[in-house]
């Protein structure tokens, strides 16, 4: 087929022959044309006869976004995967395998509504397994978020949360003497807190409001002058101590079975006449004694009065 150009200095005459020569030997005659094909203009035919050679000869490929690609007699189409996310094999005969390594790396994310392989399923928002229990190896469990379980456990008898070990019924710290409590420790009614030794970052415990109550004795300390101290109403920088000079026996104070006002070696003008019975002085009550005899005429006491010695 040659390019056919009328000029326009050409006649009618040539503009007809060269017309004609193209219908025949160029276009060919409509007549002779397939039955099969149904246009009667070129452009038409040759899109008939591309359908009828790709359902014949070849296919065509689309993806889900509509976008397609003939693949005709001759041509290649390549399938390629990606190193430890998807493989992809051509084998004879006329066969395509796509399929997943045993170990698939994903360098996103993963968003599935549910994939089960034996005992486990990955749901999303959860991962169960009919065996009830999970194994993930000697791999660590690794997450940026919060691991959330009603329980952990270890096929050993310790098991550890970070620095905090507990065994049994034991809590204690890998790396320090002591186990720090950031809040409030409350026990329920009824429940017993038993502990060797009480400290505090201040110089004293402060129970509040609440009672100490003991069963047994309450003991100070020894190293110390140790003691009971009583604030009293007003909370000052004053303060009465009650404590035990060292004693070299076992002692016991007691207190009467009265209520009254305490007398020690201090007290000034603290005994009064209500305190004393009557004729409860006498001769044994004065450190030294001064006696004043009054006698009869036969020299017989009559009273004998004491007094304190100069």
Do not use: C
């Amino acid at each position: 087929m040659a390019v056919k150009n009328i000029a326009i200095t050409d006649t009618l005459e040539t503009f007809r022959t060269t017309f004609n020569d193209m219908a025949a030997n160029d276009f060919g005659d409509i007549a002779l044309l397939s039955g099969s094909i149904s246009s009667t203009n070129l452009v038409g035919a040759m899109n008939e006869t591309i359908s009828i050679a790709t359902s014949t000869a070849g296919w065509t490929v689309k993806d889900s976004a509509n976008a397609q690609q003939i693949v005709g007699g001759g041509d290649t189409l390549t399938v390629l995967g990606t190193t430890n996310e998807i493989e992809a094999v051509v084998s004879a005969t006329d066969t395509l395998t796509i399929g997943l390594p045993s170990a698939v790396s994903i360098t996103t994310s993963l968003t599935v509504p549910t994939v089960s392989t034996g005992n486990m399923s990955l749901t999303n928002g959860s991962i169960t397994d009919s065996s009830g229990s999970i194994s993930f190896g000697n791999e660590n469990l690794t997450t940026t978020g919060t691991i959330t379980g009603n329980s952990f456990s270890s096929s050993g008898t310790t098991h550890a949360l970070g620095t905090i070990a507990i065994s049994g019924n034991t809590i204690s710290s890998s790396n320090a003497a002591a186990i720090t409590v950031n809040d409030n420790l409350i026990l329920s009614a009824g429940k017993t807190l038993t502990a060797d030794n009480i400290t505090s970052s201040l110089d004293y415990v402060n129970f509040g409001s609440k009672d100490v109550a003991t069963d047994g004795h309450f003991y100070t300390a020894s190293t110390n002058v140790g003691g009971v101290v009583f604030e009293g109403s007003t909370a000052d920088n004053f303060e009465t101590q009650v404590f035990a000079i060292d004693p070299t026996a076992d002692r016991e104070i007691g207190f009467p079975n009265e209520s009254g006002t305490v007398i020690t070696t201090g007290s000034i003008d603290a005994v009064t006449e209500s305190m004393m019975a009557n004729d409860s002085i006498g001769q044994n009550e004065l450190k030294t004694v001064v006696t004043l005899q009054i006698l009869n005429s036969s020299g017989t006491a009559l009273k004998t009065l004491f007094g304190a010695g100069a």
